[in-house]
T-cell receptor
Framework: DVKVTQSSRYLVKRTGEKVFLECVQD?????MFWYRQDPGLGLRLIYF???????EKGDIPEGYSVSREKKERFSLILESASTNQTSMYLC?????????????FGEGSRLTVL | GNSVTQMEGPVTLSEEAFLTINCTYT??????LFWYVQYPGEGLQLLLK?????DKGSNKGFEATYRKETTSFHLEKGSVQVSDSAVYFC???????????FGRGTSLIVHP
């Protein structure tokens, strides 16, 4: 069964802390994505990676960075967490070679920043 | 640029009612169109898709037809169940791109 796994389902952090959200996929996909989901705003793309060590900014990259050292792993980093980063974070992957367009999502990581 | 507009929710129905969730889009060229579903506490999963005009995607009793003339991809189901309660997202992917454009999602609540 194909899978995108996010390391933490729920996190509570304090303002100013550095936060790492990890995502691993087992489908050998080239493309990986980080979204945040907020009520009334839908999904907003934070960063996108189309290959190892390659990344592109999405619609709302401010306050975030990413790392992709291995093909299967895509990490989202909040250098100094703030309360307005309290949200649901969704990781996704897709095939770059077939490009059917289908994204496979993880179950999400709900982050609360106090 | 590309955009997807969905009807605002929540949509509240009784079990066995007919469902329509409207989706219209703006895109250059001929995009592929998708419906994703997000059940409570889970990530999104693909429900159905259509890749060219007049194609009909279908899955789990849901259907949507790619209408180029009206730039629409409305989701329908003839008889909803309580288990269909979820958030539904319409999305498009333009040719040559890897990054889909999502609508804001429509929450569906089905009562017994």
């Amino acid at each position: 069964d194909v899978k995108v796994t996010q390391s933490s389902r729920y996190l509570v952090k304090r303002t100013g802390e550095k936060v790492f959200l990890e995502c691993v996929q087992d489908m050998d996909h080239e493309n990986m994505f980080w979204y945040r989901q907020d009520p009334g705003l839908g999904l907003r793309l934070i960063y996108f990676s189309y290959d190892v060590k390659m990344k592109e900014k999405g619609d709302i990259p401010e306050g975030y960075s990413v790392s992709r050292e291995k093909k299967e792993r895509f990490s989202l980093i909040l250098e100094s967490a703030s309360t307005n980063q309290t949200s649901m974070y969704l990781c996704a992957s897709s095939s770059g070679s077939t490009n059917t367009g289908e994204l496979f999502f993880g179950e999400g990581s709900r982050l609360t920043v106090l | 640029g590309n955009s997807v507009t969905q009807m605002e929710g929540p949509v509240t129905l009784s079990e066995e009612a007919f469902l329509t969730i409207n989706c219209t889009y703006t895109a250059t060229g001929y995009p592929s169109l998708f419906w994703y579903v997000q059940y409570p506490g889970e990530g999104l999963q693909l429900l159905l898709k259509a890749t060219k005009a007049d194609d009909k995607g279908s899955n789990k009793g849901f259907e949507a037809t790619y209408r180029k003339e009206t730039t629409s991809f409305h989701l329908e189901k003839g008889s909803v169940q309580v288990s269909d309660s979820a958030v539904y997202f319409c999305a498009l992917l333009s040719g040559g791109s890897y990054i889909p454009t999502f609508g804001r999602g429509t929450s569906l609540i089905v009562h017994p």
